[in-house]
C-alpha cells in the first residue's frame, strides 16, 4: 500500500459569510473523501470558527487542531 499524502486545511468562519463558509468546508471535505484516488490524511486546523464550523470539524474522523485565537489565515 502507498505511502498516504497528507493535506492540511485551514478553515476560519467568523459567520461574516465572506471567508470558508461552512458549506464550502462540508463540500471540500466531501469531494476528497469521494474522489482523492489514493490514500490520505487530511488535517484540519480551525482558525478559532463560529461554533457550527467546529461542531462540522469535530465529528470528521480526520485529524484536527482548534486554534483559541484567530492567528491569521494560511
Same mark, same amino acid.
Given at each position: 500500500m502507498p505511502t498516504p499524502? /497528507?493535506?492540511?486545511?485551514v478553515? *476560519?468562519?467568523n459567520g461574516s459569510g465572506n471567508y470558508n463558509r461552512?458549506? /464550502?468546508?462540508?463540500?471540500?471535505v466531501k469531494s476528497l473523501e469521494s474522489s482523492a484516488? *489514493?490514500?490520505f490524511r487530511?488535517?484540519?486546523?480551525d482558525n478559532?470558527?463560529?461554533?457550527?464550523s467546529?461542531? *462540522?470539524i469535530k465529528s470528521t474522523p480526520h485529524y484536527k487542531v482548534f486554534l483559541n485565537a484567530n492567528v491569521g489565515f494560511a
Open positions: 499524502i /497528507d493535506i492540511v486545511m478553515h *476560519y468562519n461552512l458549506h /464550502d468546508l462540508i463540500a471540500t484516488g *489514493y490514500p487530511l488535517f484540519i486546523v478559532n470558527s463560529i461554533v457550527e467546529k461542531e *462540522y
